[in-house]
């Protein structure tokens, strides 16, 4: 099948999936039975794409992202009920009323049509990105990397059969297969056929959809995240946050990358945050002030560590003039997803809220809480880091659109 | 000044804007006036590109979009005065609330940062473009076309002025100077200064537009609408709808192009319509069903009129053998805009509305309601034909992001 033949039988799915009111609901359970009935063909297929992957040489960290587990599984099944329980957007009425003609005028939530996802060697995602699309009544093509090929193919086969068995089309989850680069410059370019392509994975991957894509993209992902401690900061607060931020999990978006500190309290703040991200064998990369005041074990910063997104145990570390300083600092190097101020300033926490261009702006909390479910919208298909369409986790309600239905009794203009 | 020489000071006054608050309408009332104040500067201006588009043997209706009066001034003048009387949408809390871990966290309304408007030779599109991006608090690069550069270059010279006494940066506006093919290209590939380029004007540029950028775009205009008179429709209703969807203003985006009639009330139904439409000096351009019936006054259509905008005193007829044809037909021609249903039967009227996937579904009303301020939104910068963003008529809101504040007491993950 061509990705253009795809395209068409997408659509048409599409189409049925608009109207498919609870249906959608009975699939996505019959999607989560599905994935724990038949864990051992997913662990079968997930077995050869690892075989594969171990042959070929890849590290353990992706072997890791690749593995699929029972636990993972049930995991993913439990992602998808999830999903299932929320509101269903599509039909709610956002804004309307009636015009001194008598028209009345309804703005009502609509799916978007066809969604692509390109992710990496991640095969839970293909659960994961499958069950929010359908849930907003969107059909979905997928293209996962060709190290979880085998695994992809068994999760996609299982879920368009979970799919007619809730009599919904088959095609409403579309897995391509081609994983070549041709394949994927193709997806891009299918106007007409896809409505948004999201890439999910590592910034080359969305560097390359955001320069290359045709079609409307929406951009996730990309976290340079930063933690400002104000001179009026409590310096234990600022620890905590900082090392929750950094350490928790680092290979997120959410993770901070860079702290900036006030010069006025780095001399005390300094030793206490250092000390608890060494102990955490947190790298630390300085500039000249910091390894001034904590010393050689602090790697001197060069300019790209401002610009770098580690996700990994390194963070970069600047002593600031001025709040002016971090502000200018976070505008340069931010990437717009989260920013946090650890102050007792009023004033200073409201202007750094207005002032800071991010998706989300905190005061005095881990950015670590940037995320769907923590903001209490459900799960999420990503974080958007741009400003059209959705800014921030895109839960079930950013995969909808909108159309104005207009109630007439023969009016003309 | 080179294009990103232009999109650095314009996200610097971005910036600014961003905080500007009620300055922005200071800055607004401001253009009005110096806009009134300046009619002869404009004027001789206008009269400078009048009388080169003449030489180049522009075509006359071509020449009238061009050409600006003082009534037409007066006019500007007045659209970006009720821009200012609208409310700030910047600031506005769109949802919120706490969660169990005590984050308060608040959605608020915040500008998208600069925007690029790429429009053809109609000169009031400076103001009326220049007006809705200043109140969203963004900065907008202009780019209009050649045969207008002296009218966009007066009157943006005279809003730069105005928006600096108002204490804004007046690089809040900006003009391309250079109104070559290069120059677009540049503008379409402005990564990381444009966060959305909004192209005004035909099906060609926008069609270039969408197919070359790669910053974000939100297409506007391409409507190829329809009316669908359903078995059930009072005949005089659909005559009076069709006759002011078509005639009232056929060159914009929301005047229909294609009639579709079920063939049980096409004998009654359509010799009333053609007369209606043949008075006013529509050419009919119909299927064999309506040539049987209406005879030699209609032109064969073939397969590209199905496929055709107008936007002229020209209409395709089709008769339908039922309301699923209907149906089939606008989703495979329409472009997403405005269509219409006149029906008395209620179950039609709702399946109408639910299945037809275009920014407007109208049962019984002319599709020429389409629009910002007929549907109680506003002035607006355009019909939006995509999903993502925004879909339909474009107003000051559309103009917006978002971002999450969220405010803590040290929590953690």
């Not at 864990?39 to 070929?56: S, Y």
């Amino acid at each position: 099948m061509t990705l253009t033949e795809m395209g068409k039988a997408a659509k048409q799915a599409a189409a049925v999936l608009a109207q498919a009111g609870p249906k959608k609901d009975m699939a996505l359970r019959a999607i989560a039975k599905t994935l724990e009935d038949h864990q051992e063909k997913l662990l079968a297929a997930n077995a050869a794409d690892l075989a594969a992957a171990e042959k070929a040489g890849m590290r353990p960290a992706l072997l890791d992202r690749l593995r699929l587990t029972p636990e993972r599984i049930t995991g993913m099944a439990k992602g998808v009920r999830e999903v299932a329980a929320q509101e269903d957007p599509i039909g709610q009425v956002i804004e309307g009323g009636v015009r001194p003609n008598g028209l009345e005028i309804r703005r009502v939530r609509v799916p978007i049509g066809v969604i692509g996802i390109i992710f990496e060697a991640r095969p839970n995602v293909a659960a994961d990105a499958a069950a929010l699309c359908l849930k907003a009544g969107n059909a979905v093509l997928l293209r996962g990397g060709k190290e979880a090929i085998e695994s992809n193919r068994a999760c996609v086969e299982l879920m368009r059969a979970a799919v007619a068995s809730a009599g919904l089309p088959q095609d409403s989850i579309q897995l391509v297969q081609d994983t070549s680069r041709a394949s994927a410059a193709e997806m891009m370019g299918l106007t007409g056929y896809l409505d948004v392509l999201i890439p999910r994975g590592g910034r080359g991957l969305i560097q390359s959809v955001v320069e290359n894509a045709r079609v409307p993209v929406i951009q996730t992902g990309a976290g340079n995240c930063h933690v400002y401690v104000d001179e009026s900061a409590d310096i234990a607060m600022a620890a905590d946050i900082i090392d929750n931020a950094k350490t928790s999990r680092p290979s997120v978006c959410n993770a901070i990358e860079t702290i900036l500190i006030h010069r006025n309290i780095a001399e005390k703040a300094l030793p206490v945050i250092g000390a608890r991200l060494l102990k955490k064998k947190v790298e630390l990369r300085g500039c000249a002030v910091t390894r001034e005041i904590l010393g050689n074990c602090v790697v001197p910063a060069t300019e790209a560590d401002w610009d770098t997104e580690y996700d990994d145990l390194i963070l970069a570390v600047k002593v600031v003039d001025s709040m002016e300083d971090a502000l200018r600092h976070i505008a340069q190097y931010s990437t717009g997803h989260s920013e946090c101020i650890v102050t007792r300033s009023y004033e200073n926490a409201r202007r750094f809220q207005q002032e800071v261009d991010s998706a989300a702006v905190y005061v005095n909390a881990s950015t670590r809480f940037t995320d769907g479910g923590e903001f209490g919208l459900g799960a999420e298909i990503g974080i958007s880091t741009q400003k059209l369409h959705a800014r921030g986790p895109m839960g079930v309600r950013q995969l909808t659109s909108s159309k104005f239905l207009v109630l007439g009794s023969g009016q003309v203009r």
